[in-house]
């Protein structure tokens, strides 16, 4: 079976606050030389689809949601809650329905 990475992007839109919304919410926040926690929200082992929300992370106060990348099963936690992310990390794998 195939395995997709969850990969951290450069940039990622910040959480939408539907109470309080702000002008920032809808511009993409660069990632690039920061670091962050991350808190999953899916377990291993389960279903998961196409850009649904798995994992949300806190950088400088604002936070992040990690979409997705593709339907399947969350096979692997690669960064554990609470854990330390950069840019470019790989917080966990996919494995790819059949």
């Excluded at 002008?23 to 993409?28: D, I, K, M």
């Excluded at 279903?47 to 990690?66: M, P």
């Excluded at 692997?76 to 330390?84: G, L, Q």
Aim: hydrophobic content about 35%.
């Amino acid at each position: 079976m195939s395995k997709i990475e969850i990969r951290v992007p450069i940039q990622l839109y910040p959480k939408k606050d539907p109470v309080n919304p702000c002008p920032c919410q809808f511009r993409p926040f660069n990632l690039e030389n920061k670091s962050g926690t991350v808190t999953w929200l899916v377990k291993v082992g389960e279903q998961v689809a196409k850009d649904q929300v798995i994992c949300e992370g806190e950088v400088e106060k604002k936070a992040l949601e990690f979409p997705a990348p593709c339907d399947g099963v969350l096979c692997e936690i690669c960064i554990s809650d609470e854990d330390k992310f950069t840019y470019d990390d790989v917080l966990g794998y996919i494995e790819l329905k059949e």
